[in-house]
């Protein structure tokens, strides 16, 4: 239902910062719940943050603490602020987003999710 592309991944140092954006189409954005999940080498994909359409957060251990999600309606943009970064933090990250069941609705599984950007690689050297 809408298309969803993330930049802003790069290298940077242990105790670093990066701000990852998803850029997403369609008219539909301001009702979607997003999320951001990562994936590390030989590892499971992971829930890192999602989003209501009213904006209310939740963070699982992670990046709790470290990493803000954010969203701009206006400009169909969904932003993972990620301070303080370490090596364990090195993955590709995907944005994804489904349609909210209500405005104050987030979800944290892969399966809830029905739309995905391709991946942007953060790597955190040590």
């Known amino acids: 239902q809408v298309q969803l592309v993330e930049s802003g991944g790069g290298l940077v140092q242990t105790g670093g910062s990066l701000r990852l954006s998803c850029a997403a189409s369609?008219?539909?954005?301001?009702?979607?719940?997003m999320g951001w999940f990562r994936q590390a080498p030989g590892k499971e994909r992971e829930f890192v943050a999602a989003?209501?359409?009213?904006?209310?957060?939740y963070y699982t251990s992670p990046g709790k603490g470290r990493f803000t999600i954010s969203r701009d309606n206006a400009r169909n943009t969904v932003a993972l602020q990620m301070n303080s970064l370490k090596p364990e933090d090195t993955a590709v990250y995907y944005c994804?987003?489904?349609?909210?069941?209500?405005?104050?609705?987030?979800?944290?599984?892969?399966?809830?999710?029905?739309?995905w950007g391709q991946g942007t690689q953060v790597t955190v050297s040590s």
């Open positions: 994804a987003g489904t349609p909210a069941d209500s405005a104050s609705y987030y979800y944290t599984e892969q399966y809830e999710y029905d739309d």
């Open positions: 369609g008219r539909t954005f301001s009702t979607y719940a």
């Open positions: 989003i209501s359409p009213s904006g209310g957060t």
